[in-house]
Structures are given as C-alpha cells and as structure tokens.
C-alpha cells in the first residue's frame, strides 16, 4: 500500500515555472513506475508524463515534450514534475500516481490532486 500526497500547485504567469511534487509514504515506492496526470474542468484526465522504477526511462504527452520534466528520488520517496513554459492550457489539477507496467502503465495508488492555474 502506497499513500501519495502532491503538493506545490499554485498559481504562475504564462512562460513562467513550477514544480510539483509527490511524497510517498507505506512500503514499495522504488518498485513502481509513478506518473503524473492531469484533469481540467470538462475534460478526461489524461497522462502527461511517467517514469520507471528506476527513473532510466520516462515517457511524456506531446503537449508538454520539452517543457516538463519527470523525475524521482526513490531515497527520499518522492516524485517531481518541473513544469517550465507554463502555458495557459496547462491549468488542471494535476494528479500522481503510482502504478505497474511500461508500455501499458496501470496506475494502482492516486494522489489527492494539486491545483495548477496558468494565468496572467
């Protein structure tokens, strides 16, 4: 059992930066791939970029290749997602997970969401 809390949402100007993060509590954080997804009002959540267990591989949506960054620090349980070049259309609520599988990633644990508003 793995417990997931984001936190370091807020509120940025376009162009502008933030990173979020997710601390891991319980028992297996370094033997899950973790991703982060994201929801905005409307509309499906959707996977914005995943990592393996071991943090070699990460994996990103096209909408934010280049701009986002995925990454882990399994000695300190925690998951990051740097978010550079904020665009508007990046406002969601932005989710962790942790889960199983690579090309087929199945999240099993979910964070509680961390609110990211890209405005000016």
């Known amino acids: 059992q793995v417990q997931l809390v984001e936190s370091g949402g807020g509120l940025v100007q376009p162009g502008g930066s933030l990173r979020v993060s997710c601390a891991a509590s319980?028992?297996?954080?370094?033997?899950?791939?973790m991703g982060w997804y994201r929801q905005a009002p409307g509309k499906q959540r959707e996977l914005v970029a995943r990592i393996s267990s071991s943090g070699e591989m990460t994996n990103y949506a096209d909408s934010v290749k280049g701009r986002f960054t995925i990454s882990r620090d399994n000695a300190k349980n925690t998951l990051y997602l740097q978010m550079n070049s904020l665009k508007p259309e990046d406002t969601a609520v932005y989710y962790c997970s942790a889960g199983v599988g690579w090309t087929n990633y199945g999240p099993l644990y979910w964070g509680q969401g961390t609110q990211v508003t890209v405005s000016s």
């Open positions: 319980g028992s297996g954080f370094s033997i899950y791939a």
